[in-house]
């Protein structure tokens, strides 16, 4: 569980002002100093990522973040990192003091209640002051899910882990860390899915990249098998083979020859593609390539990447990806860039964006800058979409998703984009507290 993707655990973020406990609490919950504790406010100026097993709710990982009252000189550039994070964590701990509730605490509930979130309020230091009765109350107000801890060293860990994992698994529903397929659904039993894979410089030494790796597995979990192939041996390999293959993937820079060699009946498509539809909004990203042919000279397009590799010099999002933007539309566009989490506050300024796959995501983060391009009425497109469109072989890799193709053909049609899923509490659970009092 060591090795499971960040983008495939539970992304839990901890909030609340300076010096409250929350990296306190992390070390205590992950059983070792994972951050680093002080008196001192401020402790904590970035982001600190623990991803562990919670048993028994799964892998996650845990998002510790500056305090929200942060006033030092650098304050506005942490607390923009920390609202980063509410776009990603799928639940919410509130950490507390008893006794001290504010703006700062309301503000919190609020961007989870706005992206409906389960948030976990946590009073910590409780071996400090006990909280009173009515304190109690107006938390339960706030949220139906409180607990009582202190995380200082020599407490009864074991009881306030168990009473925080507890509450926990009552705020998730049912199949909250359920993996939606990649492409099992498109296989029947025992069914066979062909990954063309190529073997270039792009490709890292020795391995797969992510999205190929889980994409394996998707198969193996609905019990179908994959046969993986380079773009080279496609065509020896296919033919050779006693019955047609149900699914054909490959690569988005080997999509041309991927229709060529693949006969009509066999359905085909990219990882890419794939990708869009498990991480964000394929329709989206149909309607969103229909923009390609309405750029005209001077536009700017993003082309933004989650992940951080060393661009190598034929580059598929810095190189390629512009060098056929460019020849398909006759015009001089500025391209710019963005890796990683980094994503621009002046959408608006844009014509087109180009998404990667967003392996590196959640879904909940790539949903998020899908509505973030939505409100700024810029249309957003990913890299499989795009690539296959400028090559003209759009309506061919989408016809296993019938839907994106009709959203490709009529993106003036009401926007029914997927809303950023909730990781709401279930109507059969009852919410609670405890606050276990230190011997």
């Known amino acids: 569980m060591i090795l499971t993707p960040k983008s495939m655990r539970l992304q839990i973020g901890l909030f ?24 001192i406010p401020g402790t904590t100026t970035d982001v600190v990522e623990k991803a562990m097993e919670l048993l028994p709710v799964g892998p996650v990982m845990f998002l510790d973040t500056g305090g929200m009252d942060d006033d030092t000189r650098l304050a506005a550039e942490r607390l923009a990192r920390t609202r980063r994070v509410f776009d990603r964590a799928e639940v919410f701990i509130l950490l507390v003091e008893a006794g001290h509730w504010t703006d700062y605490e309301s503000a919190i509930i ?3 209640r706005q992206r409906r979130c389960p948030c976990l309020i946590v009073v910590n230091k409780i071996d400090d002051r006990q909280p009173e009765a009515d304190f109690l109350q107006m938390l339960q107000a706030a949220s139906p899910f409180v607990c ?8 009864p860990r074991d009881r306030y882990v168990s009473a925080f994992k507890a509450l926990l698994i009552q705020a998730l529903p049912e199949g909250a860390m359920a993996q939606p397929p990649i492409l099992g659904d498109l296989l029947p039993p025992g069914g066979l899915a062909v990954l063309i894979v190529p073997i270039d410089p792009e490709a890292p030494k020795g391995r797969l990249i992510l999205p190929q790796v889980q994409t394996i597995r998707d198969a193996l979990d609905y019990e179908a098998a994959t046969l993986v192939v380079n ?8 033919n050779r083979l006693s019955r047609p293959p149900d699914l054909v993937v490959c690569d988005s820079q080997v ?6 060699e693949t006969p009509a009946g066999i359905p085909c498509t990219t990882f890419s593609i794939l990708f869009a539809r498990l991480k964000g909004d394929l329709c989206a990203a149909a309607r969103g390539a229909e923009a390609i042919d309405n750029l005209v ?24 990806i512009p060098r056929w933007l460019r020849e398909r539309t006759g015009c001089e566009l500025q391209i710019d860039t963005y890796s990683g989490r980094d994503y621009p ?3 608006e300024d844009y014509r087109l964006i180009v998404h990667c796959g967003a392996c590196m995501l959640t879904r909940r983060e790539m949903l998020a800058r899908i ?8 249309p957003i497109t990913n890299y499989g979409v795009c690539v296959s469109a400028l090559h003209q072989v759009l309506q061919r890799v989408l016809e296993p998703f019938p839907e994106a193709w009709q959203a490709y053909e009529n993106p003036t049609q009401p926007n029914t984009m997927t809303s950023i899923p909730s990781i709401q509490t279930a109507t059969n659970r009852q919410g609670g507290f405890s606050c276990s009092v230190q011997p």
Request: aromatic share 2%.
């Open 345 to 347: 506050d002046n959408l």
């Open 255 to 260: 999509v041309m020859q991927m229709v060529v």
């Open 371 to 378: 509505q973030r391009a939505s409100a700024a009425g810029v």
């Open 110 to 112: 609020a961007a989870a």
């Open 16 to 39: 609340g002002r300076t010096n409250v406990g929350k990296s306190s609490f992390l070390n205590m919950v992950a059983g070792q100093d994972v951050a680093v504790t002080s008196p």
């Open 297 to 320: 000279d001077g536009d700017r397009v993003l082309v933004a990447e989650a992940c951080t590799h060393h661009p190598v010099e034929d580059d598929i999002g810095r190189v390629k």
């Open 148 to 155: 009582c801890v202190s995380s200082r060293p020599g407490s």
């Open 231 to 238: 773009e080279r041996q496609y065509r020896g390999l296919l």
